[in-house]
C-alpha cells in the first residue's frame, strides 16, 4: 500500500482520490504536490480550523475526515496507472466496513473508476445519485495542479454545509 487508508467507524466523510501522485508517494502523505488545493479546500470551507500540512494527513480524524484512493497498490500521474490496478470492489467493502456519512471523490476521474463508469461518461459535480452500497456520493473538482484551468470550489462548499458539525 503506497499510503495507508485513514479510515474509521463513524466519519463524517472520506475523501477518495484516484491513486497517490508522484509527490505524494514521496513524501508518504496525501494531496502533497505542491500546486495540490487540498490542504487549503478543507480549511477555506471549515471542514478543518486551520490549514493542515500534507504531513499533518493522520490528524484529520479529529474532524471526522478520512482518506482513501481507488488505487492503493500504485503511484503517479492517473494515465501512467495500470487499469487493473483500480480497486473499486475494495474500496466498497472498506465503505460498507466504517459506514462514513459520505464519499467525496476528488475529481471525476476517481468517481467514474469507483462507479465503474467509463473515462467518458457524463458525471455531474456534487451530490450524485450513484453510491457505493448504503452510502451517499458527492463528486468534487480535483484538487490537483493539474486541474488547475477547471477549479471551482463551490462543491466543497456545499459538500461542508451539507456534512454534519464537526465532532
Not at 502523505?29 to 494527513?57: C, E, K, M, Q, V
Not at 483500480?86 to 475529481?107: Q, S
Not at 452510502?135 to 466543497?156: E, H, I, M, Q
Request: aromatic share 10%; glycine share 8%.
Amino acid at each position: 500500500m503506497i499510503l495507508p487508508d485513514l479510515l474509521f467507524p463513524g466519519q463524517r466523510v472520506v475523501f477518495c482520490g484516484t491513486a497517490a501522485g508522484t509527490a505524494s508517494a514521496k513524501a508518504r502523505a496525501y494531496y502533497a504536490g505542491p500546486g495540490n488545493r487540498f490542504w487549503s479546500i478543507l480549511h477555506s470551507t471549515g471542514l478543518t480550523p486551520r490549514r493542515l500540512a500534507p504531513s499533518d494527513f493522520r490528524l484529520l480524524p479529529e474532524w471526522g475526515i478520512g482518506l482513501t484512493d481507488v488505487c492503493k497498490t500504485a503511484h503517479g500521474m492517473d494515465h501512467e496507472i495500470a487499469a487493473e490496478a483500480f480497486d473499486p470492489a475494495r474500496l466498497r467493502t472498506v465503505l460498507d466496513e466504517f459506514r462514513p456519512h459520505a464519499i467525496a471523490f476528488n475529481g471525476k476521474k476517481a468517481a467514474r473508476l469507483a462507479f465503474g463508469l467509463g473515462d467518458s461518461a457524463p458525471i455531474d459535480l456534487g451530490p450524485t445519485a450513484h453510491t457505493l452500497g448504503a452510502t451517499p456520493a458527492w463528486v468534487l473538482p480535483s484538487t490537483s495542479g493539474a486541474n488547475a484551468r477547471y477549479w471551482d470550489p463551490a462543491p466543497w462548499y456545499a459538500l461542508a454545509a451539507a456534512l454534519p458539525p464537526m465532532p
